[in-house]
């Protein structure tokens, strides 16, 4: 369909936005934000930089770009859980599981998310993103020990903190396509978590 | 007691290894052991490179002897458990529980130690070690699930995963002493895992 003489949409050849998001964000990960040049970019994609600055306007825009990306992803699945009428530990089960699969989907960005220390106005702001969506997690855990829905010898402040390391900890080790059980693996963390391993 | 004039038991003023290497692993957590030079160390110490040689032969050997207090914890409640008459379920239960507390006890050694990516012989000395101990996880896990103790539609190789992608998560919240809770904190990293937060 598309010949040799076909015309580009864009006046770039190789990349569009998206693809170079990709690549910059492969790099973030394995080199650190703040370890990376222009000039390491460059290189990765095999363009020049005055190539990468047609489409965006330096490498923290790239950083923006992958973290919104993450964070938009999180705040999808919390408008959604928010709307659903449902007990909160319904919805703290639901929040759980719509991120492993945030997580899943957005795997290199959600990746350089939790790798953010805040070294930067995009990181500091991003940061600031996930302390909010932390607020709501600890506000559901609160609301689930109230209704006596939780184990009432746990702590809702170090359960908040547990259920989310588990579901961000998937990154260290998850890559997709790797297992038959990749569609598994949400109903896997919520069952650990939720039931937890023991047969009983 | 100890004068102005009382002899040092030590040639040189101000560190001993100890003080030196708790220092050391927190210039490493904070700029990354790759980007830390002995400049960088010989600044935060207060002291010259020349008196940081006098306890080490350089970098390297401070993150050998950080990692291997972090591994030797952990290697130490293997043995422990290992030779405990237990059943799978019961000697995993253990280890988590004893990991937690190396974890509390080593933090910044551990953290460290969860950093590393292997870049060194050091450092690939040290992944070995960690697959060692998790293939001891991932062994405890298939036996449990044998035995009929785990919940049958979990797979052994992603709840081995989980389970300590759990423990690992502490590292990223927990600070000793900031919670009347500290003493507590394995214990609710056990009773998630194994018991699940939901009452019932």
Not at 82 to 108: C, N
Not at 143 to 158: K, T, V
Not at 183 to 189: E, F, I, K
Request: glycine share 8%.
């Amino acid at each position: 369909m598309t010949g040799a003489a076909a015309p580009r949409r864009r006046g770039r050849p190789g990349y569009d936005l998206e693809a170079l998001l990709a690549v910059a964000v492969e790099v973030f990960n394995t080199r650190g934000y703040d370890g990376t040049s222009m000039e390491d970019l460059s290189r990765a994609l095999g363009i020049a930089k005055s190539a990468i600055y047609h489409h965006v306007s330096g490498k923290e825009e790239l950083l923006r770009l992958s973290l919104d990306r993450a964070l938009d992803g999180l705040f999808a699945v919390a408008d959604d859980v928010r709307a659903t009428p449902a007990s909160a530990i319904e919805k703290l089960e639901r929040l759980v599981r719509g991120s492993v699969e945030v997580l899943q989907r957005e795997l290199p960005h959600v990746t350089l998310l939790l790798r953010v220390r805040g070294n930067t106005p995009t990181e500091q702001a991003a940061l600031e993103r996930r302390r909010q969506f932390d607020r709501y997690v600890a506000g559901l855990v609160r609301q689930a020990e109230r209704d006596g829905d939780l184990h009432a010898d746990l702590d809702p402040a170090i359960t908040a903190h547990l259920l989310f390391g588990l579901v961000n900890s998937v990154v260290e080790w998850y890559r997709p396509g790797k297992r038959a059980t990749d569609a598994a693996l949400a109903d896997h963390v919520c069952r650990l978590a939720f039931d937890g391993l023991r047969a009983r």
